[in-house]
């Protein structure tokens, strides 16, 4: 069955710093794997994706993410870390049983907080 | 529209009482799904619209769930005779045939008393 774990269930860092949230995953065949940020009080946004190609996917608002086909996991980062930053991180993967549409089954979050 | 719509944004209600919520998905979005998110919880997969397909309905979690989608479009999901851990924010969202990332509403966050 696909899986995604999100092993830390909070990440701090210092404003400026990297930061980087974990995930990995479980999947058969190759994985389709997604980030979405959940700000207060707001809805999901979508923030990257690997389909395939370059292991290094940029996002937006400055995020990327490596896929490590290896370690089976799917890092969100990003070089300087903002206060605003701060929000619910999703790390996602699709349900290959699906070929119509794509559900996706998402990790548990891991909470960034951002400290000035 | 716009975005994903979702009705209403909060929802108090009694134990016992049915509930409907509404979702309206981007004109042309052939798949809606249902989530839900309880406090400290994950996204939990509810049911799935893929255009005129039967519904994926593997994860609602009892009976009283239950969902339609009318003409391809507007979504409502239906909870009866809601219990305290019915609780959670309910999102709904939507995407294009063939596109891998959603488009999700603000939610709806019932609160059952």
């Known amino acids: 069955a696909q899986s995604v774990a999100q092993p830390e269930d909070q990440v701090n860092v210092a404003e400026g710093n990297p930061l980087t949230v974990k995930c990995t995953y479980s999947?058969?065949?190759?994985?389709?794997l997604f980030w979405y940020v959940q700000y207060p009080n707001r809805g999901l946004q979508f923030l990257l994706k690997?389909?395939?190609?370059?292991?290094l996917v940029k996002g937006s608002y400055g995020f990327e993410a490596e896929f490590n086909k290896s370690q089976t996991s799917f890092h969100l980062k990003k070089p300087s870390a903002l206060v605003s930053d701060s929000a619910l991180y999703f790390c996602a993967v699709r349900d290959i049983r699906y070929t119509g549409g794509f559900k996706t089954i998402f990790g548990a979050g891991t909470r960034l907080f951002v400290k000035a | 529209g716009a975005g994903v719509s979702q009705s209403p944004s909060n929802k108090v209600t009694e134990k016992g009482k049915d509930v409907e919520l509404r979702c309206d998905p981007i004109?042309?979005?052939?798949?809606l799904y249902w989530y839900r998110q309880s406090l400290g919880q994950g996204l939990e997969f509810l049911i799935y619209f893929q255009g005129n397909s039967a519904p994926d309905k593997s994860g609602l979690p009892s009976d009283r769930f239950s969902a339609e989608r009318t003409g391809g479009s507007v979504s409502t999901l239906t909870i009866q005779r809601t219990q305290q851990e019915d609780s959670a924010v309910y999102l709904c969202?939507?995407?294009?045939?063939?596109?891998?990332?959603?488009?999700f509403g603000s939610g709806t966050r019932l609160t059952v008393v």
């Open positions: 690997y389909i395939t190609g370059d292991n």
């Open positions: 004109s042309g979005h052939t798949a």
């Open positions: 999947v058969s065949g190759n994985p389709y």
């Open positions: 969202a939507s995407s294009l045939p063939g596109s891998y990332g959603y488009t």
